[in-house]
T-cell receptor, first 111, second 114 residues
Framework: GIQVEQSPPDLILQEGANSTLRCNFSDSVNNLQWFHQNPWGQLINLFYIPSGTKQNGRLSATTVATERYSLLYISSSQTTDSGVYFC?????????????FGSGTKLNVKP | KAGVTQTPRYLIKTRGQQVTLSCSPISGHRSVSWYQQTPGQGLQFLFEYFSETQRNKGNFPGRFSGRQFSNSRSEMNVSTLELGDSALYLC?????????????FGEGSWLTVV
């Protein structure tokens, strides 16, 4: 399989602060996505970003596939940003494309 | 456009029973994949179905099975339930499969095994 590691595991921010979440993976991947899971369990797709940089409002993401990492930037954080952020990669093995998730970064934004 | 719909949302079963969970993908999406989320193991990929065929599978025992119908709706079944099967089961759909496509998740089915 492939190892997907996210850091930090927990993050507490004051509203308005910026943060960077990291996702490292141990092998080349076909696909990388970032998700936000709200307190009710719903996973919302944030970015599909196998390489390069994308921005969506206060969020942006960068994946450097050759160095096997991806970064998620949150600027001017809001309390609604709280939840767990997962990165997921797709890895080809045993004639299958399999999806692997990191263990997540739990973000708590305080007012 | 309606999102991914999972039913039931919550259920409680006893050890040894079996359970069937249902997932209706976004209209036009042909790929449906299933995931198990537990506090200890995190999010784990179960299997993916595309055009009624299992295309990908994770590392789960044969007690976990699934199928997909011609309208792309999918069901997963867990037989001989164990306490450790208590989890949030998530379904996701995409247009043409996980490879190179954005996947969209349903709200999940919370299964408790007692």
């Amino acid at each position: 399989g492939i190892q997907v590691e996210q850091s930090p595991p927990d993050l507490i921010l004051q509203e308005g602060a910026n943060s960077t979440l990291r996702c490292n993976f141990s092998d080349s991947v076909n696909n990388l996505q970032w998700f936000h899971q709200n307190p009710w369990g719903q996973l919302i797709n944030l970015f599909y970003i196998p390489s390069g940089t994308k921005q969506n409002g206060r969020l942006s993401a960068t994946t450097v596939a050759t160095e096997r990492y991806s970064l998620l930037y949150i600027s001017s954080s809001q309390t609604t940003d709280s939840g767990v952020y997962f990165c997921a990669v797709e890895h080809y093995e045993d004639n299958f494309n399999k999806f692997y998730f990191g263990s997540g970064t739990k973000l708590n934004v305080k007012p | 456009k309606a999102g991914v719909t999972q039913t039931p949302r919550y259920l409680i079963k006893t050890r040894g029973q079996q359970v069937t969970l249902s997932c209706s993908p976004i209209s036009g999406h042909r790929s449906v994949s299933w995931y198990q989320q537990t506090p200890g193991q995190g999010l784990q990929f179960l299997f993916e179905y595309f055009s009624e065929t299992q295309r990908n599978k994770g590392n789960f025992p044969g007690r976990f099975s699934g199928r997909q119908f011609s309208n792309s709706r999918s069901e997963m079944n867990v037989s001989t339930l164990e306490l450790g099967d208590s989890a949030l089961y998530l379904c996701a759909s995409s247009l043409a499969g996980q490879n190179g496509n954005t996947i969209y998740f349903g709200e999940g089915s919370w299964l408790t095994v007692v």
